[in-house]
């Protein structure tokens, strides 16, 4: 049934979609709460997640593991579709 549904998402061009959706939702569990919270907006665009941080030290600290981070949200989606993050 899997396959079958997943052929058929790709069939329809719906396959890259979901798993950039997929790639957004699954910030907050890659982060945890605490980031979580510290999290503005988050969306994601040829291939790179763009992520909002509203405090600057953070942000400096996620940038140097992003490598990290976006193999993590690579394995919860099941796919590669991030390349890249860039907090902002």
Known sequence: MHD??????REQGLETPLNEYRA???????????ITQMT???RFKSGTLYIK???PALRQDLAMGRTQLAQRINREVGAQ????????
């Open 4 to 9: 079958v549904l997943l052929r058929f998402l």
């Open 24 to 34: 957004v939702a699954a910030w907050p569990k890659v982060a945890g709460p605490v």
């Open 40 to 42: 503005g907006d988050v």
């Open 53 to 55: 941080i509203n405090r």
């Open 81 to 88: 579709v991030v390349s890249e993050i860039v907090f902002y």
